[in-house]
C-alpha cells in the first residue's frame, strides 16, 4: 500500500514563485526523501532528510519534516522553467538498506 | 559506469509471452532495487539484491516474477507469461547505502 499521500496533486505556477509541495505519511520512518522525474526520464535523488532531523536546505530546496504530523513539505524557492517535472516523496523505515515507498507525486508546472 | 544503465528502452510481448529486461547498476554500489510504475504516478517496489543476493523480495508477485544479480554481469528482471496488468515502465536503482537511489531511464514494457 502506498505510505506517501502528496498533495498538491498538480501545481502550476509562474517562474520566480516559490512552490510548496506537502506529503504525509502513515507509519514511523527513519528517513524521508525527494525525488524529481521529468518526463520519461528516472528518478533523481534530491534530498534526504532523517526522521531526528527538523528541516534541511540544498541550494533552493528546503524540506521540513514534522513526525508527530507524519508530513513533511518541499519548497522550492525561485523556481525556474527547468523545474517543471513530477515530485515524488518516499519514507524509508530502515537505518540501513531498504525499500522506500513512494507517494503518488506532485505535478509541478512552472509557466515562462 | 556513471550510470544506471538499463536496457531494452522498449519492450512490446504478446499476451502470454515472456519479457526480460536488464539492468548495469554503477561500479562500486552494492545494492540494486527494481520498481514498477503504472500509469506515471505509483512506484511498486519488486525486489532488492545486496550484491548478487535478494535483500528483500516482498514485492515480487512470485508466480511469473523472477531477478537474479550475477557476478559481472547485468541484473535481470524476467517475466514469464505476460499479461495485460503487467504494462508498466519498470525502473532499476543502484545504491552504495542503501538508502539514497540512483535510478536508470526505466524500460517501458507494452503487453499486448
Known amino acids: 500500500s502506498q505510505q506517501g499521500e502528496e498533495d498538491p496533486q498538480a501545481l502550476s505556477i509562474q517562474e520566480g514563485e516559490n512552490a510548496t509541495m506537502n506529503c504525509s505519511y502513515k507509519?514511523?520512518?527513519?528517513?524521508l526523501q525527494w525525488y524529481r522525474q521529468n518526463s520519461g526520464r528516472g528518478l533523481v535523488h534530491l534530498i534526504l532528510?532523517?526522521?531526528?532531523?527538523r528541516e534541511k536546505h540544498s541550494g533552493r530546496l528546503r524540506v521540513t519534516l514534522d513526525t508527530s504530523k507524519k508530513s513533511s513539505s518541499l519548497l522550492i524557492t525561485a523556481s525556474r522553467a527547468a523545474d517543471t517535472a513530477s515530485y515524488f516523496c518516499?519514507?524509508?523505515?530502515?537505518?540501513?538498506?531498504?525499500?522506500?515507498?513512494f507517494g503518488q507525486g506532485t505535478r509541478l508546472t512552472i509557466n515562462p | 559506469g556513471e550510470e544506471v544503465a538499463q536496457t531494452p528502452k522498449h519492450l512490446v510481448r504478446g499476451e502470454g509471452q515472456k519479457a526480460k529486461l536488464y539492468c548495469a547498476p554503477i561500479?562500486?554500489?552494492?545494492?540494486v532495487f527494481w520498481y514498477q510504475q503504472v500509469l506515471k504516478n505509483e512506484f511498486k517496489f519488486l525486489i532488492s539484491?545486496?550484491?548478487?543476493?535478494?535483500?528483500?523480495e516482498t514485492g515480487m508477485p512470485k508466480e511469473r516474477f523472477s531477478a537474479k544479480c550475477l557476478p559481472n554481469s547485468p541484473c535481470s528482471l524476467e517475466i514469464q507469461a505476460t499479461k495485460l496488468e503487467d504494462s508498466a515502465v519498470y525502473f532499476c536503482?543502484?545504491?552504495?547505502?542503501?538508502?539514497?537511489?540512483?535510478f536508470g531511464s526505466g524500460t517501458q514494457l507494452s503487453v499486448l
Open positions: 561500479k562500486g554500489h552494492s545494492y
Open positions: 507509519t514511523s520512518i527513519n528517513n
Open positions: 532528510i532523517r526522521s531526528n532531523e
Open positions: 536503482a543502484s545504491s552504495q547505502s542503501g538508502r539514497e537511489l540512483f
Open positions: 539484491f545486496q550484491n548478487e543476493n535478494v535483500f528483500d
Open positions: 518516499a519514507t524509508g523505515s530502515l537505518q540501513g538498506a531498504q525499500k522506500l515507498v
